[in-house]
């Protein structure tokens, strides 16, 4: 049996994890986990589940800078105000101004509030880059 190298191998797993999200959901990586540290060791297979998490995170961040904002406001429909102010924070000024605007304005009210005190509290804190 040949080995296709890592970058490879990496690629394959995160094809499989992000099109079968809800087998992730019901504990696809404790299992994928366990095929891993079996077919590979514990070590490896941390490693390898690491740079898998990073890539899906990247790719899905990727994918939301590509929407329209009504489509994120009805994506983030229903979640915390602290997860979208986190959202929110990583898009381009334009989309998450039309964001904003697309929401209900207690909740765009709400989140701007989250995102002002993380703002806040990163200056106060002396942390660069807010």
């Known amino acids: 049996m040949t080995f296709m190298g890592w970058k490879s191998l990496v690629a394959v797993l995160v094809r499989c994890w992000t099109r079968a999200p809800k087998a992730v959901a019901r ?8 095929i891993l ?3 590979l060791g514990t070590g490896r297979a941390m490693l390898i589940l690491e740079k898998i998490q ?20 009805g ?21 998450a101004a039309g964001l904003v605007e697309a929401m209900d304005p207690e909740l765009a ?4 509030y989250r995102v002002a005190r993380t703002v806040y509290e990163m200056r106060r804190r002396g942390v660069k880059g807010s």
Request: proline residues 4%.
């Open 27 to 34: 504990g696809g990586v404790s299992v994928a986990r366990q």
């Open 37 to 39: 540290e079996q077919a």
């Open 54 to 73: 990073e890539q899906v995170v990247d790719t899905g961040l990727k994918r939301l800078k590509k929407a329209a904002p009504e489509v994120l406001a």
């Open 75 to 95: 994506i983030l429909r229903g979640e915390h105000p602290q997860t979208i102010a986190l959202i929110l924070a990583h898009l381009d000024v334009r989309q």
């Open 109 to 112: 009210g709400e989140v701007l």
